[in-house]
């Protein structure tokens, strides 16, 4: 009998960061999308309700490649110095179906999140789009600054946090991925002179007021998978183009799509998702903000996953 474990490739994060580039990521996330890929075929994830959190089972099957992650969502782990998601992601061969390699989980999730964010963000951002606002000061806030910046040259950089040692911990971090930015702590306010404006935190009611946000930025909402949690106002839903992942999971998790709804100020015929965009079905809104909203599918580890072996 072959040794299932013995022929396992075992994928850390240090490994995954030598091998995949969050550039490689993004043209990966697009690359899938282009292909025709529509995430309303992706495979459902379960979701389930433990002790001190949540398990998350997401499975995925596309372009010939078959994966599944497991992943553990503990609030509250910040204040414990951890990683609020955890997991760890088996690959596994098309044709055989035998696993392939063990990837580290957590740091797949921390490299595709930011890059479904950018390979959006890229199609529907305008081409000047240089000033950025990042709300929240975690790992996936400091991921955004290095995803934005593979796919517009940053000007300046504002990072808002409640905390004012985490907030300064989190630009002097984020330097690195934009050296060349103005990069420092901001307030809500920034927002009015941003192209770019990404909400990164586990806020269960809108951040700030939608008129802060012109009409020619681009806005994304990773904070939550939760249908009652909202970081965006549902005015600022009403008056912007949505583009979400799939209106299957808009509908049943993605909380400032759903609020939106409840409160009248959002149909869910409005949706554009991915596919739409990326096949050309619809366009980019002009004339109003574009809010990118996403809750994590089971496709895009597998997108990012098959090149780290």
Known sequence: MPDVIADLSLVSARLLEDRVSMADAVAAIQQTLRDGFDPE???ARQILDVPNGQLLLMPAA?????????????????????????????????????PTAIIDGTALTSLRTPAVSAACADVVATAEAADAVIIG????????????ATIRPLRS?????RD???????????????????????TLDDIATADLIVCATSAPTPLFDADLVRDDAT???????????????????ARAQVIVESRRVARSEAGDVIVAVDAGMLHHDDLVTMHE??????APATDRPRVIKTCGMGWQDLAVARLAV
Do not use: C, W
């Not at 000061?137 to 934005?148: C, F, M, N, S």
């Not at 965009?277 to 619809?282: I, W």
């Open 157 to 161: 950089v504002r990072i808002v946090g």
């Open 41 to 43: 075929d992706d495979l």
């Open 62 to 98: 596309a372009g010939g490649a078959v994966g599944q992650k497991f992943a553990t969502v503990a609030p509250g782990n910040p204040a414990r110095g951890l990683e609020r998601i955890q997991a760890l992601y088996i690959l596994v061969d098309g044709t055989t179906l035998a």
């Open 219 to 237: 806005v994304v909402a990773i904070g939550s998978h939760e249908p009652d949690r909202a970081e965006l106002a549902p005015a600022l839903m």
């Open 277 to 282: 965009l990326f096949t050309g079905a619809v």
């Open 164 to 186: 004012d040692a985490r907030t300064a911990s989190a630009v002097d971090a984020s330097r690195a991925y934009a050296p060349s930015a103005d990069m420092r702590a901001g």
């Open 137 to 148: 000061t975690g790992p996936q806030a400091i991921r955004h600054v290095e995803a934005l």
